[in-house]
């Protein structure tokens, strides 16, 4: 059984649930019957006389059953913090205790520490003021503790020497500017998150034999150069952090990576990257101003599902052969003004070159007939001739286009168009539009283009969702049109309809 009690302004839902605790406290039947009672308790109001008085004799209950409690959350929503902490002798059985935006600090932290439950297992206690862990004993039970949101600084004088179960530990958001060299972290951690600190230098002691996942995320981290990675890691993410490159070896052991993200550094050469993981699966270099277009180290990846290299820089593509096992290419926010000699491999998915310069795509690029979702949106395209889409997309983004919108136009697109995106493309004197030529066609996007009457579109039978916000309707004349459309967007409209 699981309760939930939420602090409000109406205090007669409070004296309801006062009334069920009463219940399960006295009641011989409930008493013996129920074996398990968790609580979630939601503090969402100011605390007011009433409403303070309920929560004292509510505590008082609660505390007279938490020894039947496997799983407690606690968590406050608004500024006004009145949260008090149950009496850790009570809570015999926990297994799982939230404790979320609670004003917990130093003190209270270190005193649940010293009584805390022999069986927990999960501890989270998001938002926090926590700022010294120093003095701090992990139990040999606790599996995954979440830090996260508070302000830390330090992990020195940490002792996780007992700590022989932790498998997930969550340092996030906090004001780490790094580790003790002499710390060492529990073997048996696999999941490591210190994302979002100042964190400027990281030792051997901090990475488990058998961690899998680590993410050091926006920190000011420039080189990992003297760490032995483990053979373990399969997710490794050193986003938004200051490194130029690694070294050739660096990521010799990491023979079951599937996904590195690099994005956010200052990665200039794709040579400095080193060899690379030889299974990996997915790897994102967003936003490294990257100089040498050297890919021969990536197109050796013989398992690369994913390959993200939005806003690097890239010019162009020339005489590239990507790996056939490659799914998904983003390659949007560039300056790529060609594609010549480009074979895409024999799996790919999706393909995003929005927001380039490209003036021609064509049938000569090796395109094969998987790809099912193409972004060409925010190119240089002269005419319609200057494109050819292949007829095997059904999910085709072509927004603020530099063309023509009309029926001819129109005709370019593949027939078994599932998903159309034309933001920004249509000028107030265009033709009727004839999209029932797209008999599968679900998904319609259509904002902002001057659209003045619905009566200028035909819209297939298919189509299910319809956006036409910002544009300049006024009056929905056939709305019967519109009936078979389950979900449609007007707002931005000046639409006078009654």
Not at 10 to 37: A, M, P, W
Not at 180 to 190: A, C, F
Not at 228 to 236: A, K, N
Not at 365 to 393: A, C, H, Y
Request: glycine share 4%; net charge negative; charged share 25%.
């Amino acid at each position: 059984m699981t309760l939930l009690i939420r602090y409000m302004d109406s205090i007669d839902q409070i004296e309801h649930f006062v009334k069920i605790l009463e219940q399960l406290s006295f009641d011989n039947f409930y008493k013996d019957g129920v074996r398990t009672i968790n609580f979630q308790v939601i503090y969402d109001s100011n605390p007011v006389p009433g409403l303070v008085d309920l929560h004292e004799k509510i505590k008082v209950m609660m505390e007279g059953l938490v020894h039947k409690s496997d799983k407690i959350l606690i968590q406050t929503k608004r500024f006004s913090k009145w949260y008090s902490t149950l009496n850790p002798f009570q809570l015999t059985n926990l297994k799982e205790y939230y404790l979320w935006n609670n004003d917990i600090d130093n003190f209270s932290f270190k005193s649940f520490f010293k009584y805390m439950p022999a069986g927990l297992k999960i501890l989270q206690l998001f938002g926090n003021h926590i700022t010294d862990l120093r003095g701090l004993a992990l139990s040999e039970s606790i599996e995954r503790l979440h830090l996260s949101t508070n302000m830390i600084r330090s992990l020195e004088g940490v002792d996780f020497s007992k700590a022989k179960s932790l498998q997930l530990l969550d340092i996030s958001m906090n004001r780490l500017v790094g580790f003790p060299e002499t710390l060492v972290l529990p073997g048996s951690i696999q999941k490591l998150l210190i994302n979002h600190n100042e964190i400027e230098e990281i030792y051997q002691g901090q990475f488990p034999d058998s961690l899998q996942h680590f993410s050091m995320a926006a920190n000011h981290v420039s080189s990992l150069d003297h760490i032995r990675l483990p053979t373990s890691i399969i997710q490794l993410d050193l986003s938004d952090n200051d490194f130029v490159g690694f070294t050739d070896d660096f990521f010799s052991r990491c023979i079951n990576m599937r996904k590195l993200n690099l994005e956010v550094n200052r990665i200039d050469d794709l040579d400095d990257l080193g060899h690379l993981p030889p299974n990996l699966e997915e790897l994102i270099l967003d936003y490294n101003e990257i100089d040498n277009y050297d890919f021969t180290n990536i197109l050796n990846l013989t398992n690369l599902k994913k390959l993200s290299m939005e806003g690097t820089g890239l010019m162009s593509l020339r005489q590239i052969k990507f790996p056939d096992t490659l799914k998904v290419l983003n390659l949007k926010h560039n300056e790529i003004n060609e594609l010549i000699d480009v074979d895409f491999g024999e799996s790919l998915e999706s393909l995003d070159l929005s927001f380039n310069k490209l003036e021609v795509f064509r049938d000569d690029l090796k395109i094969p007939p998987t790809l099912r979702k193409l972004d060409l949106s925010e190119n240089g395209f002269k005419d319609i001739n200057s494109f050819q889409i292949p007829t095997s997309v059904t999910h085709l983004s072509f927004n603020m286009c530099n063309l023509r919108l009309n029926n001819k136009l129109l005709q370019q697109f593949p027939a078994c168009l599932e998903h159309l995106e034309l933001m920004r493309a249509i000028p107030k004197s265009v033709p009727k539009l004839d999209f029932t030529i797209f008999p599968q066609l679900g998904a319609l996007y259509l904002q902002k283009n001057g659209i003045i009457s619905l009566d200028k579109i035909d819209f297939p039978i298919s189509v299910y969702r319809l956006d036409l916000s910002q544009n300049c309707i006024r009056q929905i004349t056939n709305p019967t049109v519109l009936h078979r459309i389950r979900r449609l967007e007007l707002r931005g409209n000046p639409i006078d309809n009654k």
